[in-house]
């Protein structure tokens, strides 16, 4: 693809976009409620994903050729290149999702909302409808909490997540040590 070249389809301004590791795939989301997944070879949408309710604000690429998408509805969805309707749907956000953010490694995603909460999701869950554990924030910058750290505001909420099995396992190990 030529530099400068544009990717046209969506009907309304795009408000997120995020290119793969890869640097041939890039997803796009919009005020029209669609999230795209483009081929930067070709210039052409690969995939026109309609889930949300309300505009895509946020889209992130994941490992392992997914991307997610959130927006005004609050819901986080996870896409695999090539399937028309998501692999995954985090839930737990009760305002719109304005940003998400891969961790370094690509085992975690964080997710920042309207309802002045951050949310980490580990990706390898298998159980991503669940939401995360949550943790009432404690001074600025840091988060009580006996699983896992996150930073946060000190007015709001930081989430943690853990799969559920995992989280069992720490509890019972947790109440073990403390008798």
């Given at each position: 693809?030529?530099?400068?070249?544009?990717?046209r389809?969506?009907g309304?301004?795009?408000?997120?976009?995020?290119?793969?590791?890869?640097?041939?795939?890039?997803?796009?989301?919009?005020?029209?409620?669609?999230?795209?997944?483009?081929?930067?070879?070709?210039?052409?949408?690969?995939?026109?994903?309609?889930?949300?309710?309300?505009?895509?604000?946020?889209?992130?690429?994941?490992?392992?050729r997914?991307?997610?998408?959130?927006?005004?509805?609050?819901?986080?969805?996870?896409?695999?290149?090539?399937?028309?309707?998501?692999?995954?749907?985090?839930?737990?956000?009760?305002?719109?999702?304005?940003?998400?953010?891969?961790?370094?490694?690509?085992?975690m995603?964080?997710?920042?909302?309207?309802?002045?909460?951050?949310?980490?999701?580990?990706?390898?869950?298998k159980?991503?409808?669940?939401?995360?554990?949550r943790?009432?924030?404690?001074?600025?910058?840091?988060?009580?909490?006996?699983?896992?750290?996150?930073?946060?505001?000190?007015?709001?909420?930081?989430?943690?997540?853990?799969?559920?099995?995992?989280?069992?396992?720490?509890?019972?190990?947790?109440?073990?040590?403390?008798?």
């Amino acid at each position: 693809m030529a530099h400068g070249a544009e990717l046209r389809g969506h009907g309304g301004p795009v408000r997120a976009i995020s290119v793969a590791p890869d640097g041939k795939t890039v997803a796009t989301g919009s005020f029209d409620t669609k999230t795209s997944i483009w081929s930067l070879e070709t210039g052409e949408a690969r995939d026109v994903l309609l889930f949300h309710e309300g505009e895509v604000s946020a889209v992130a690429a994941l490992p392992n050729r997914r991307f997610a998408s959130a927006g005004a509805d609050g819901r986080i969805a996870i896409w695999q290149i090539g399937r028309g309707e998501p692999a995954h749907i985090l839930e737990g956000h009760t305002g719109p999702v304005a940003d998400l953010e891969l961790s370094p490694d690509g085992s975690m995603m964080a997710s920042a909302s309207w309802d002045t909460t951050v949310r980490l999701w580990p990706l390898a869950c298998k159980s991503a409808r669940r939401p995360p554990v949550r943790r009432r924030c404690g001074r600025a910058g840091t988060v009580a909490r006996p699983t896992r750290q996150s930073a946060a505001g000190s007015s709001g909420l930081a989430q943690t997540g853990d799969c559920p099995r995992r989280h069992a396992r720490r509890e019972s190990s947790r109440r073990r040590r403390h008798r």
